[in-house]
């Protein structure tokens, strides 16, 4: 798999550095690292975080301006939706068709025009800050919203921009490392029995080690560490060994009318993996589409690779949790990191946008959320929110809502600091109502 690069030679998968976290977290490790908290009450049950790496350029995906200027308006038109009086780029007809079962955040703003930090922002909902890392959206979820023993609380696909921070790898997620690919055998590493492993041996193995522990066990002065360790070996254990968790990477076992609409592009098989998982019991899924970092040609990229890849994912993803019965109790957010520069560049022949957190776009569906509304307004260039701005703290605080988790409570950290889960922002009561 080819590396991504933002324009500031931030590598995709930097965003993704947790320590030990990473491509070679043995399931065991992770489970060690993955306890969950107690359940509170909740209007969603889970959740489904949709990055869009690099970001995306509002004015020519949610939040067209036919009427500006040339040099901002671009190429692309508004085309109508389901929906009357909503309109969304004509590059997304799928999306324009279920655009009752989502809601536009437009106007929403930051001033964080770096990547790294756009991204750590949307991700956590807090603005960053050098003397804490706060914990990303999925980490929370996993501490607050504990999954069955033998399935993996928070699954990124890929990989996820979402570090547990302050709360502690324990919550980090675990990480397919890959996205799924038509007509190929998608292996979860300590999920899949491959090389020819069976049940029987992965049994021999439990049985060898549980000796191994007991040994250790009854020369250790202090055996709390080894019982710590024990626990979690045995939920690795319980999710290898589990028919449940292994069919739920196994996206083969959709039937074909449903997996179609989802197409053979790489994001969206990865959106059909999130529905299987988040069916199977996953509370946490995190799944990226990269590439919007588009400084050059951004029409042709958009028009020709980007928005096609979009709007035919996420559509059938809306689509198909609504088919499963899983809409309702399953919140979606969809963003990325900043807007693009409502003013075209002239570094490229057709042109480019550039970084621009001063304006863009989010999107949420589900979970109680009412879809077929647009909140929030930009001028008439999408250079700044018209009236009050929406901030990625608002959003948060509404993300967690959703879930029936409370953004303003307290975590501590290791030293004993208290930390509010969302800084600042507050709900959004029109996204419910």
């Not at 009412?370 to 608002?394: F, H, L, M």
């Not at 879930?403 to 959004?428: A, F, K, S």
Request: a neutral charge.
């Amino acid at each position: 798999m080819a590396i991504s690069l933002t324009c500031d030679g931030v590598r995709r998968r930097d965003f993704l550095k947790v320590g030990a976290i990473g491509a070679g977290l043995s399931l065991s490790g992770y489970l060690r690292q993955a306890a969950a908290g107690e359940i509170k009450g909740a209007k969603a049950t889970n959740a489904i975080f949709i990055n869009l790496t690099g970001g995306p350029s509002h004015m020519d995906t949610f939040d067209l301006k036919p009427n500006a200027p040339t040099e901002f308006r671009g190429t692309f038109n508004p085309s109508k939706t389901n929906v009357d009086g909503v309109e969304i780029c004509e590059h997304l007809p799928k999306l324009a068709q279920c655009a009752d079962k989502f809601a536009i955040l437009r106007g929403v703003s930051h001033t964080l025009g770096a990547h790294e930090l756009g991204t750590e922002y949307v991700n956590t909902g807090s603005r960053p800050l050098p003397s804490i890392e706060y914990p990303g959206y999925g980490s929370v979820v996993t501490k607050e919203r504990p999954a069955d023993k033998d399935i993996p609380p928070f699954v990124a696909i890929p990989n996820s921009n979402q570090r547990p921070g302050f709360l502690g790898v324990q919550y980090a997620p675990l990480n397919t490392t890959a996205t799924p690919r038509m007509g190929q055998p998608f292996n979860v590493r300590g999920i899949a029995l491959s090389s020819g492993l069976t049940i029987e041996e992965v049994e021999r193995r439990q049985n060898l080690l549980a000796d191994l522990d007991r040994t250790f066990a009854a020369v250790e002065t202090n055996s709390q560490l080894l019982t710590g360790l024990d626990r979690f070996s045995e939920q690795a254990h319980a999710i290898i060994s589990s028919k449940r968790a292994r069919n739920a990477f196994d996206i083969s076992k959709e039937s074909p009318e449903f997996a179609k609409p989802f197409g053979e592009d790489p994001f969206g098989l990865s959106c059909l993996l999130a529905t299987r998982l988040i069916e199977s019991g996953v509370r946490f899924v995190a799944t990226t589409l990269g590439g919007w970092d588009t400084h050059q040609d951004n029409f042709t990229r958009l028009k020709t690779q980007l928005l096609p890849k979009l709007d035919t994912g996420l559509a059938a993803l809306f689509t198909g949790l609504e088919q499963k019965g899983l809409l309702e109790s399953t919140v979606v957010f969809v963003t990325g990191e900043f807007g693009r520069t409502p003013k075209i560049n002239t570094r490229s022949a057709e042109g480019g946008r550039d970084h621009y957190p001063r304006c863009m776009f989010m999107l949420m569906a589900g979970g109680g959320v009412r879809g077929g509304q647009v909140i929030g307004e930009s001028d008439d260039t999408a250079s700044a929110p018209k009236n009050e701005a929406i901030t990625p703290d608002n959003v948060a605080a509404s993300f967690y809502h959703a879930l029936g988790i409370d953004h303003t409570q307290e975590y501590h950290t290791n030293t004993g600091r208290p930390i509010t889960i969302v800084r600042d922002g507050h709900v959004i009561e029109k996204l419910f109502s």
